[in-house]
Structure formats: structure tokens, C-alpha cells
């Protein structure tokens, strides 16, 4: 890659190639990175100007570039591991609960930019219309957002009032390569489990 990342300074001489360094190290680091988010505006830029030197690049160590240029996100994907399987059930079926309301929200028209906005009220319902299980108490279902938003699937808003009891965020299109149509399939397994049902009502007794 060497060999490869010197002739992209010989076809343009000006490039920084730290730039470049940077930018690879960038998203390894986060994942996902958006063309709307300052943060990730240079990465983006990067990436998407020199595409097949990244796909190369990640390729050698066994990762999928995506890149979409509509939605305006890039996303490096493992092939062999997966985000998800570093989260617990709860949080598990929680992203799965994220990927219903985006989805939702792309069929009634309320995506922008491929973002959908929602809230915790909102994710709260989905969650126990679909699992069936006891809902984590709201500073754990804080921490658990955060922990999406880390990972760039979502973005939460600012509360300028402090601490409220409703967790308002913007739904990342990213969420659909993490939660494929496969993982939502076994949400509704799970959902119509008898004994996740009667697991339910036990705790209610």
C-alpha cells in the first residue's frame, strides 16, 4: 500500500499525505463517517476523492468500503465480526427497535437527508410492542443511546433544560447496514416467542 499511497502523491502533487494517513485512521476509529457533520466533513472529502486507493486499502485488511454518495455517508464494515455482537440483549433489541422507527419514518416521508428524528418516548413503545420485556429504567437507556451515538448510528439533540425524561435524537442511515432485514426478521421471532411472553408476566406477578 505503500507503492499505491505514493502514486496518489505523483497524480496530485499537492496532497498532503498525512491527510490521507489521517483520514484512514479516522474511520477506522468511528466507522461511519457523514458528509453533514463537521466533524467528518474532511474524511468524507477524502475518501470519496480518492475511493479506490481507500477501497484497496481496507480491503487488505479483510473490511468493506461503502460508500453512498446520495446519503451522503461512508461506512467501513468488518467482515468478520460484527458491531452488534459486542452488545448486550437489551441493547441488541433496542437497535433493532432504532431500525423500525428509521424505517418507519423513511416510508412516511419524514427522512431528511437520510436522517429521521424520533425520541425516547417513541423508542420506549416500539420496545415493548415488539419484546415484551421489562423496559431499562431511563439513566440506563440514556447511557445505552450514548453508546449508539458513539458508535455514529444516531445523534442525540442537546437538552437545553438539563437532564429531561425525554431523549430526543436523530436516526443515522447507517443504522441499516449494522440492523440488516435479516436481524429484523428475528425481532419478530423473538416477539411472538411464547415463553418471552410468559417471561414477561412473570415479572409483572
Known amino acids: 500500500m505503500l507503492i499505491e499511497l505514493q502514486r496518489l502523491k505523483d497524480k496530485k502533487e499537492d496532497l498532503d499525505l ?19 457533520k463537521s466533524r467528518d466533513k474532511s474524511t468524507y472529502q477524502m475518501i470519496t476523492g480518492f475511493r479506490d486507493y481507500f477501497w484497496q486499502l481496507f480491503d487488505a485488511i479483510n473490511m468493506d468500503l461503502e460508500v453512498d454518495l446520495q446519503l451522503g455517508y461512508i461506512a ?40 429521521v428524528r424520533s425520541n425516547s418516548d ?9 419484546t415484551h ?18 458508535q455514529s448510528l444516531l445523534d442525540i439533540e442537546k437538552d437545553k433544560g438539563g437532564l429531561g425524561k425525554v431523549i430526543n435524537f436523530q436516526i443515522r442511515p447507517a443504522i441499516r447496514l449494522i440492523m440488516s432485514e435479516e436481524y429484523l426478521a428475528q425481532l419478530d421471532e ?16
Open 122 to 130: 417513541v423508542l420506549v413503545d416500539v420496545y415493548q410492542a415488539h
Open 76 to 115: 467501513l464494515i468488518p467482515r468478520t465480526s460484527h458491531l452488534s455482537t459486542n452488545l448486550d440483549l437489551t441493547q441488541t433489541l433496542l437497535l433493532l427497535c432504532v431500525r423500525l422507527i428509521y424505517e418507519k419514518g423513511v416510508r412516511e416521508c419524514r427522512a431528511e437527508e437520510g436522517v
Open 133 to 150: 420485556r421489562k423496559l431499562p429504567l431511563l439513566g440506563e437507556l440514556r447511557s445505552i443511546l450514548d453508546t449508539f451515538s458513539s
Open 18 to 36: 498525512d491527510d490521507v494517513r489521517r483520514a484512514s485512521s479516522f474511520l477506522l476509529q468511528k466507522q461511519f463517517v457523514y458528509a453533514n
Open 190 to 205: 423473538f416477539s411472538s416467542d411464547p415463553q418471552v411472553k410468559e417471561g414477561t408476566n412473570e415479572e409483572a406477578e
